[in-house]
């Protein structure tokens, strides 16, 4: 089950967290990244006994949308252990893909 939660306030930093359920395929839920303010600091908590990664695309949204984009695993690859990194660059989504346990991944936008 896929749960998707944003919450901006004026004047503090956006934060986007997504939880979801092991994937036996390790493929989930994505988040579409902000068009402003990087860098994104990402955190990855797997679950207990699971791993996780975060996976990022530049793929078009209409080409997500239909199951025909390409995502890159980010550099930390699959953790097991509470990983944080951080995008410099803009990218269009971030995906968490998790196997073996549910997870949880938080993406905070720049000012």
């Known amino acids: 089950m896929l ?23 390790g493929e989930s839920g994505w988040i579409l990244a902000p068009r402003s303010n990087y860098p994104l600091t990402i955190t990855v908590y797997p679950g207990a006994g699971g791993s ?4 990022i695309t530049t793929s078009r949204i209409e080409d997500i949308v239909t199951a025909n984009e390409v995502w890159q695993l980010w550099g930390a690859g699959f953790v097991t252990a509470a990983t944080i990194d951080a995008l410099q660059s803009p990218v269009v989504a971030l995906r968490l893909a998790a196997t073996g346990a549910a997870a949880t991944m938080d993406v905070v936008a720049g000012d």
């Open 3 to 25: 749960t998707l939660t944003y919450n901006q306030t004026a004047g503090q930093r956006g934060v986007s967290s997504i939880t979801v359920a092991a994937a036996a395929d």
């Open 52 to 55: 996780a990664a975060c996976q």
